[in-house]
């Protein structure tokens, strides 16, 4: 299994409404990042807003010196409101470096899982800023955690309307292989610790039903842990969720400190991840119409020795005494949950990417992330290379745990990356880990940790 470095802690249309947003004089930030000329030259932007055809909302700030470029920043899983920067910090970073940005809230009517109107609402966004704002002499796409997965069907459907793209911490994969891999999760920690719960992992009544459900398994994980047989069948668990053996506060643990491992997914697990996920398969299947994911006729034995936790678990299923072989057929017999098939095409059909390139994209990946696991660079990866577009994609990695965690050197240096691939017509070294940690080392003061890193196969795909 593949290891990071180690590092040390570290409706009808509206007409905008302008506003000028006055801006401070050169923060120390912008400075380091962008150096004292160009920092001290920052001065005012012009905010911009209206609403698109379907009622979303777009938004848009442009520098007083503005380089021509326009990030169009597709935003993450959540509300559906208007953002046009992964953060307040990068945000004033980008715009006193030139950069002009935009982004749209996408359908308001829908769900949080907007994947039916997100990229359609990301181009009516371009377009709106071309008539009201001015013509971008270049285009990049930038998009963050569910909005990666905006963001890489824009690089496959964006020819001629964006240059090229920049995925933090994507959701690449696809939303039918992440609802049956959680299902998977859920599914062995439901069996084994609270089975009243089996048979209600889908088809969830509202996003209430599914806090309540989320909160029975991880009381029932937390009593769980106090035993050896209870920590190997969560490890188990967690290998069919392709969770990461490293979380916050800690040091990474080795390749051969199974309990540790174990250890620190439990972690993940206790303090609030199923309280995220179980909720978030409420908005899938709203979006959709029915439920999108399935279990009957998988061979649990089989997703195990996919998974990069493989020896992790046996390790544990020995020093519990437990035979391992008795509960993945144990899991495998009671696996009797069928999908909605309207629901998973419609899925397919809004919530896939991958299956080609038309611009060069650069994804960005923490090695550690709880909520979109870095295995699903290795599925996407997969993909782009059946469709003959290797060549356009390039994949960096960052050693960090949490979901989107990067620095505001990390996310610059990776755009002057896909910049580098625009100006010159090739990737060169721009985007290996020494010199994107070059790169980012030069720009800022908030540090940087890219590392050279393969992901492993993403465990739970049909």
Sequence with gaps: MSRPRRHPRPRPRSRPRLSILAAACATALATALLGPATAAQAATAEHFTGTLSDGATWIADKPAQWNGTLLLFSHGFGPTTAADAPSAAVQQALLDGGYALAGSSYDPGGSMWALDSAERDQFAALDAFRRHVGTPSRVISVGQSMGGLVNARLARDGAGRIDGALGLCGLVAGGVDLDNYQLDAEYTLAMFFDPADADELVNLDSQADGAALAARLTQAVVAAQQTAAGRARIALAAAFLNLADWAPGQLPPESDDFAGQEQQQYAWLAQGLLGFIVPARWSVEQSVGGNTSWNKGVD??????????????????????????????????????????????????????????????????????????????????????????????????????????????????????????????????????????????????????????????LTGTR
């Design 300 to 457: 649990c034995a089989g997703l195990l020795r996919g998974s990069a936790h493989v020896k992790q678990v046996e390790a544990l299923y020995r020093d519990a005494g437990l035979d391992l072989r008795t509960d993945l057929n144990h899991l495998t017999r009671g696996a009797d949950i069928t999908a909605d098939p309207t629901a998973v095409d419609r899925l397919k059909q809004t919530s896939t990417a991958g299956q080609s390139l038309a611009v060069p994209l650069l994804d960005i990946h923490n090695t550690a992330d709880q909520l979109v696991p870095v295995e699903q660079e290795s599925a996407f990866a997969g993909r782009v290379r059946r469709a003959g577009d290797s060549a356009l994609l390039r994949q960096a990695y960052v050693a960090r745990p949490s979901h989107c965690n990067f620095t505001t050197a990390e996310v610059v240096a990776g755009l002057h990356a896909v910049e580098h691939r625009l100006n010159t017509g090739h990737w060169g070294d721009s985007t290996t880990a020494t010199e994107l940690q070059r790169a980012a080392d030069k720009l800022g003061p908030d540090g940087a940790a890219f590392t050279d890193y393969r992901p492993s196969r």
